[in-house]
């Protein structure tokens, strides 16, 4: 039975929701503990496809910043590689849980999951099975954001979520700011206007372009993936609002 107002849902998950906090690699635990509020999430009835991060391995950006040695469009394609490996932990983990999955990659790599095709992975959705999106969009220079906007266009997703470590979008930084203001709704244009932080640029102008509602929310409070898959208020909501009211704080 569905319990939802979504039929298809893109989910986004940092690779740092593997890690413990402030730590990188992979936690097995905290891979599991996402993995189970992914489940509950699904079991809503809901189509879920996650496109999953690589940054708690790997950032192609940061990763070359300190070594000459190696091109940046090489660290990319091993920032698009440790998405593969996040990859194959959630799936493992998610299926432990009794849930059916795929695991799809913008890279070929036969023999370890298989090669994402838009029309295998909507028919993997129709079936009930939870479509995990790995390598990001395959290409270097983008982050997996943008790969998580690509895929919520094409897949014919409702909205994109995307799973944070924070409450939603703010004002400033709250982690170093403790007076930053939580927005709990925002337009494409006031998230680009006054530069902040939901998503990189190009994923914002994708979204923007064709209307993809983007819900940023915090993964860490328990229950709340499956909250935001139920349609309840949680986090910010950025979407095509069209008036030009500036963005509202929350009380
Ligand atoms: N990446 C890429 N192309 C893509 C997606 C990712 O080159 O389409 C690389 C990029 O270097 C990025 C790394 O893979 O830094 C890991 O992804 P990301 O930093 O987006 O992971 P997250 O921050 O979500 O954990």
Redesign the pocket.
Known sequence: MSSTPYRRVLL?????SFARAGERGIAMDEVVHIARQTVQAASRGVELAIV????????????TAGNAAIQEAT??????L??VINGLALQDAVESLGAQTRLMT?IRMDGVAEPYIRRRARRHLEKGRIVILA?????????????AAQRALELGADILMKATRVDGVYSDDPEKNPHALLYRELTYQQVREQNLRVMDATAISQCMEHGMPILVFNYRREGNIERAVAGERVGTLVGPRRDEEPATPAD
């Open positions: 986004k998950l940092s690779g740092e999953i991060g690589g940054g708690n391995i790997l950032r192609g950006g940061s990763f660290a990319h394609y091993m920032g698009m440790a998405t913008a390598a990001g969009t395959g290409s270097p220079y983008v982050t997996t954001d943008t790969a």
